[in-house]
Structures are given as structure tokens and as C-alpha cells.
């Protein structure tokens, strides 16, 4: 074996991540806890995922009771019950639809583009290949879901990526109706609140113009809720407050309750035009993950779960107003429900890692936006501790 090249790390992990030095052994609740015994407040819940916490009695006892059958997977080359059933309650409380699952976000939307492009080919329109996305937009690190994300520095190295996808800014449907009355265009993604891009909110009457639009010209319209849904908003979908309906709707982070699963909701015309063949996954909704997240999706879907997200973001929004307008280094407070970006003058680097130190767990949104995504069972009385310890490292 040779030597570690000098000023290469030793760990055996790739080393595409930088982690925090904290090495976690447990959670609970909101909490996560270091080798070292310290308690750490989470405002990050792994990405969006962890969205009842951690050690949630009802998640733990689902995934018992999964891993008692001895059933963890088939394939999907057999019938399981359990990722029909939740397929059932998902279509039932989404538009009627029909469900692909997969093991991320990512590959949602690669399955999204591809349902689009095939519906479009149906329709007798071979040239209709392009994807329309967005300034600020993050849909993954696959070909096709890099290729519509509006990051250059993740993209550069790995051009060239799909091709056929342009960009509009958030905002101007003048822009979108001349891209789509220029090209041939299957489907349209966006993030009904942007994510990665910023945590930006994107306005109401934008998604219905585009709903027009995609009617218009006859473009698949896809909804990329991957981190946005699923309650982080206050409503089970994010596209409720819009009273605006996708035709493919893609979901993932939380959906399992910490377990890899995505879906994919396809409206009744895009789902006609796929045969068996056409797609496929070895893991996607396996038994055990499935499940584990028809408990998680019961919950989050309750009426009164979704009302206290609701009220607990309309609680940390009114904060953050306040805390903003105490900071000249704050430039902008942004978000909805649990699901919040702070922009500030400066790095945000500094701030996360001072966060850190006091025993909050922050993340970034780009290099200027601290981003806060506490699991959606969080406590007043633990927001009110996390705002203290943002308070104290702000500047």
C-alpha cells in the first residue's frame, strides 16, 4: 500500500463534504449529541429531512415493526403493501395522480424530466425536448437535474451536462412565454420556494402566470418540492397558498423520516403515456421505507400538526422582522413556515461556525445566506433559545 500523499486527509470518506468537527452519537427530540456528551439545538434537521426530530416514538416503533416482516425489500418486480398504500394517501391528498418512487430528490426530478419529455413525444411533438428553470434554482447533482440548476460552480467541472435546458428570472413571464414560443419546451420546474438559491419565496401570481403559460403552449408544469414540502411551509404542499396544481409534483427529503425515498406525483395525461420498461429503480419505495413513511406522511398531513407549523412560522417570522431590523449587518429576512434565509452583508461562513461553538446547528443557502430549517416539531421555547444564540453571533 502506498503512503497518504502529503496534504491529502486520511479519512477513507471521499472528500467532497467538509463536516463540522462535532462527531454526533444520538438525538433526541431537536437535539443532537456529540461523542463528547455535548447537547447541540438543531436548526438545520439534516437538510430538511429530519422533520419530526429525532428518536420520534412513532417513526422508531414503524420502522420496528417493518424490520420484524423480514420484509426490507423485493424489487419492485413484486407486489408489497406498504408503498401502495401510502401511494393512496399521497395521490389522495395531492391531484389526482399516479406515484413513482425513487431514493432522493435528485432522482425525483431526473424521473420528472423524463416522464415530461415522453408525454411531450406522445403528444406528436418529437422536437419538444427543452426544460425551462430558473435563476436560483436547485434541483441536484445528477446530468439532467445539474443541468437545471442555476449553481456554475457546481456545474463547470462536469460540463457538458444535458443539453436543452434555459433559464428565466424568477418573475418575468414575458421572459418564459419567449423562450416557450421560441423552442420546443416539455416542461417547466420550479421550486415553489427556492431553497439552496437563497430561500426565496417565490410569488404567488408568478406560479399561476405559468400555469397559463404551460396550458398555453402545452408544457408539463413540474413543482420541485423536494425541500419545501410536505408541511416545511405550514401547508402539506407548498403550492396550497398558490391555488395553483402542477402537472408532476417531486418530493423527497422528509418523506421517510430520515430513511433516502423520493416520489414523484405525475398528473393522469403524463402517467398514460408511460409503459412498464420505461423507468425503473431497484430500492425505490421498498417495504421498509415505505412503511416508515406512510407514519411520517399521517402525521405531517394531520390538520392540527400543519396548523402549529403554521403558527410557529408565523411566531419565527415576526422574530426575525424584529431581529433584522436591530442588525445593519442583516440585509433581508425571507421565508414561510419553518423554512427561513437570513442574507446578510457579510459571509455567512463566520456566523455558522460562531453558531456552532454556541450549540446551534446552522446551515448556509449560497455565501451570504444563513438558512433555518428546525424540524417542524420544534417548541416555542426552543425557537425563542435558538434566536438567543443567533442573536449573540449576528453582527
Not at 431537536?30 to 412513532?58: H, K, M, Q
Not at 420498461?277 to 399521517?298: I, K, R, S
Not at 390538520?303 to 407549523?309: K, M, S, Y
Not at 444563513?370 to 433559545?385: A, K, M, N, W
Request: charged share 15%.
Amino acid at each position: 500500500m502506498t503512503a497518504t500523499p502529503a496534504g491529502l486527509a486520511s479519512s477513507p470518506l471521499l472528500g467532497v463534504y467538509k463536516p463540522a468537527a462535532p462527531v454526533f452519537v444520538g438525538g433526541r427530540g431537536c437535539e443532537l449529541i456529540a461523542e463528547d456528551g455535548r447537547w447541540y439545538l438543531d436548526f438545520t434537521s439534516g437538510i430538511g429531512v429530519n422533520a419530526l426530530g429525532y428518536g420520534a416514538p412513532d417513526v422508531q416503533a414503524a420502522m420496528r415493526a417493518a424490520l420484524e416482516t423480514g420484509l426490507i425489500h423485493t424489487s419492485n418486480l413484486f407486489r408489497t403493501r406498504p408503498g401502495e398504500a401510502l401511494a393512496s394517501r399521497l395521490v389522495a391528498a395531492a391531484f389526482p395522480s399516479q406515484v413513482f418512487y425513487c431514493n432522493s430528490g435528485a432522482e425525483a426530478n431526473e424521473a420528472a424530466f423524463k416522464f415530461a419529455r415522453k408525454w411531450a413525444r406522445l403528444a406528436g411533438t418529437d422536437g419538444r425536448h427543452g426544460i425551462v428553470a430558473f435563476q436560483g434554482s436547485f434541483h441536484g447533482r445528477l446530468f439532467g437535474s445539474l443541468a437545471a440548476t442555476d449553481r456554475p460552480g457546481y456545474r463547470a467541472p462536469f460540463e457538458p451536462l444535458m443539453p436543452g435546458v434555459h433559464f428565466a428570472p424568477v418573475g418575468d413571464l414575458a421572459v418564459v412565454e419567449a423562450i416557450l414560443s421560441s423552442v420546443g419546451v416539455a416542461a417547466v420546474i420550479i421550486e415553489p420556494v427556492q431553497g439552496e438559491g437563497g430561500v426565496r419565496p417565490v410569488p404567488a401570481e408568478f406560479l399561476v402566470g405559468l400555469r397559463a403559460l404551460c396550458d398555453e403552449h402545452r408544457a408539463a408544469l413540474i413543482f420541485d418540492e423536494v425541500q419545501c414540502g410536505l408541511g416545511r411551509t405550514g401547508n402539506l404542499f407548498a403550492y396550497e397558498s398558490a391555488g395553483v396544481t402542477p402537472d408532476i409534483l417531486t418530493l423527497a427529503k422528509p418523506l421517510a423520516g430520515g430513511l433516502p425515498m423520493g416520489a414523484v406525483l405525475v398528473a393522469e395525461p403524463i402517467a398514460a403515456a408511460m409503459e412498464a420498461g420505461d423507468h425503473a429503480t431497484t430500492f425505490g419505495g421498498g417495504p421498509l421505507v415505505a412503511a416508515v413513511a406512510g407514519v411520517v406522511f399521517d402525521r405531517i398531513a394531520d390538520p392540527t400538526f400543519l396548523a402549529e407549523v403554521h403558527a410557529r412560522g408565523e411566531w419565527l417570522g415576526r422574530r426575525l422582522a424584529l431581529l433584522a431590523a436591530s442588525r445593519p449587518g442583516v440585509r433581508d429576512v425571507r421565508g414561510r413556515g419553518l423554512m427561513w434565509g437570513i442574507e446578510l452583508e457579510a459571509p455567512a461562513a463566520p456566523v455558522v461556525s460562531a453558531a456552532l461553538e454556541g450549540g446551534l446547528l446552522l446551515t448556509q443557502a449560497g455565501a451570504t445566506v444563513i438558512r433555518l430549517l428546525p424540524p417542524l416539531t420544534i417548541s416555542q421555547r426552543e425557537l425563542e433559545r435558538g434566536i438567543g444564540i443567533l442573536e449573540e453571533v449576528l453582527p
